[in-house]
T-cell receptor
Framework: EDKVVQSPLSLVVHEGDTVTLNCSYE??????LLWYKQEKKAPTFLFML????IEKKSGRLSSILDKKELFSILNITATQTGDSAVYLC???????????????FGKGTKLSVIP | DTGVSQDPRHKITKRGQNVTFRCDPI?????LYWYRQTLGQGPEFLTY??????LEKSRLLSDRFSAERPKGSFSTLEIQRTEQGDSAMYLC???WGQGIGELFFGSGTQLSVL
């Protein structure tokens, strides 16, 4: 059974701080790892990572994958109050029968940015 | 609004009643997913449709749950004889193309079973 573990589960920082969120995973056949941001209801897509060592970047957010050690990190620099949200990590399996169409999510990291 | 829409936003019901939720995906998306999320947990997969065909259903899904996607457009999720343990946020998502990849989620239906 695929498994995703995120740490920390919650984090409180001050505006301007840099944060690193962690995601480790176990998956039988790996296709990709995805990060989502969930502010109130609907998770919104941030990154999809398929290859080790290649950083994906969008503004102040960046993410990298290590397929050998089975983990990913999400970095947020110069945090703002608008970054307050739950950050979800998920793994996508390679297609091979049952379970092929489901993402397995971690519990998420709740980030609170204080002014 | 061209995003994924779900109706209703909130549903309060008594134990034993049946409930039905609706999801309208982004129009050009052929893939539709239902997930369930409880407080402090990540979304948990329920079922998947490619066009009108239901191709996968979670083995954890009780037979009280049924989903349809007639004509490959909107989808409904019905829960029969609701139980308090069914209380959760029910999220619908859609995507297109190869792989699951980037899912576009709706805002969910929050179900409370009293």
């Amino acid at each position: 059974e695929d498994k995703v573990v995120q740490s920390p589960l919650s984090l409180v920082v001050h505006e301007g701080d840099t944060v690193t969120l962690n995601c480790s995973y176990e998956v039988t056949n790996f296709r990709s790892l995805l990060w989502y941001k969930q502010e109130k209801k609907a998770p919104t897509f941030l990154f999809m990572l398929t290859s080790s060592g290649i950083e994906k970047k969008s503004g102040r957010l960046s993410s990298i994958l290590d397929k050998k050690e089975l983990f990913s990190i999400l970095n947020i620099t110069a945090t703002q109050t608008g970054d307050s949200a739950v950050y979800l990590c998920a793994v996508e399996p390679a297609y091979s029968g049952a379970g092929s169409y489901q993402l397995t999510f971690g519990k998420g990291t709740k980030l609170s940015v204080i002014p | 609004d061209t995003g994924v829409s779900q109706d209703p936003r909130h549903k309060i019901t008594k134990r034993g009643q049946n409930v039905t939720f609706r999801c309208d995906p982004i129009s050009e998306h052929n893939r539709l997913y239902w997930y369930r999320q409880t407080l402090g947990q990540g979304p948990e997969f329920l079922t998947y449709f490619q066009n009108e065909a239901q191709l996968e259903k979670s083995r954890l899904l009780s037979d009280r749950f049924s989903a349809e996607r007639p004509k490959g457009s909107f989808s409904t999720l019905e829960i029969q004889r609701t139980e308090q343990g069914d209380s959760a946020m029910y999220l619908c998502a859609s995507s297109w193309g190869q792989g699951i990849g980037e899912l576009f989620f709706g805002s969910g239906t929050q179900l409370s079973v009293l």
